[in-house]
């Protein structure tokens, strides 16, 4: 499996919620994840998250680990980010304009598209970290809007994109509110679908396509066990859950990695 959906470092609002990347291995021997995709939970609210950049490239020195580069386009020389992360072999890089306290359809995040789009680079972005309900005072980033996604989709035929956290209303706004072409260019990961009893998942995996969904655990943030539950109890075939579990991610992405493990 790929989770293509994790993170290295710590959430500063809530103690205990931290993986070294040491523990993320540990995690993804436990539910039999192959490759991570792993990004830097710490430095989504550093006022420069590509700081974080360097401890993933670190851990990335194991070939099941790979690291998804945060760019803040808002930063002098972030267009260095990309070209770092085409050396790195990385999948994808992150922007998370919500976080970052920019316009998440802006200048800024029309530039880093496009950019991305160039490079034949997906950009990966969150809708959320956690729930509105449980958040600290202090983490105060809105939910990343349908609308945005929409957006930037429309504004560069070559532009892929990887959401995370979003849930089924999210989701369907977008899908439904695309075009058929701009849909084939957004993969959603499963970590917020809701799975039984409510089947969201199944439900979405009918409407909008197998193809369009890939496995992401959220680890540390949420338990990895639970995105392998919801695969579990889905009444799909092998090969359905196989492009879920790993080749909707790794056909999406284009790039196999140094070493792949797979």
């Known amino acids: ?3 293509a ?13 931290e993986a070294t990347a040491e523990s993320l291995l540990a995690r993804m021997d436990q539910i039999g994840v192959s490759e991570a995709w792993v990004s830097h939970l710490s430095a989504m609210f550093w006022r420069d998250p590509t700081e974080g950049n360097a401890a993933l490239l670190e851990a990335a020195e194991s070939p099941r680990q790979r690291p998804v580069l945060a760019v803040h386009p808002g930063l002098a020389g972030w267009e260095r980010v990309l070209d770092e992360a085409l050396r790195a072999e990385a999948p ?16 800024g995040m029309t530039a880093l598209a496009g950019a991305c789009a160039e490079r034949g680079l997906p950009l990966l972005t969150a809708v959320k970290l956690e729930d509105v309900r449980q958040r600290h005072p202090n983490d105060s980033a809105a939910d990343l809007p349908p609308w945005a996604i929409r957006t930037l989709i429309r ?9 995370t956290h979003a849930d089924r209303d999210f989701i369907e706004q977008v899908h439904f509110g695309s075009t058929p072409e701009e849909g084939e260019r957004i993969l959603w990961d499963i970590c917020w679908i809701w799975g039984p009893p409510e089947e969201h ?4 995996l009918d409407t909008v396509g197998v193809a369009r969904f890939c496995f992401g ?11 392998v539950a919801k695969l579990d109890l889905l009444d ?3 090969a359905s859950r196989r492009s879920i579990e790993e080749g909707n991610a790794r056909a999406f992405s284009g790039r196999s990695g140094r070493n792949n493990l797979l």
Do not use: Q, W
């Open 155 to 163: 504004r560069h035929p070559k532009l892929k994109l990887i959401v």
């Open 236 to 238: 799909i075939d092998p």
């Open 217 to 227: 655990t959220a680890a540390p943030m949420r338990l990895p066990e639970n995105s």
């Open 92 to 107: 994808c890089v992150r922007a998370d304009p919500m976080f970052y306290g920019i316009d998440p359809a802006g200048a």
């Open 5 to 17: 959906n994790c993170f290295l470092g710590a959430y500063p609002f809530r103690a205990g919620v």
């Open 1 to 3: 499996m790929i989770d």
């Open 201 to 204: 998942l199944a439900l979405l």
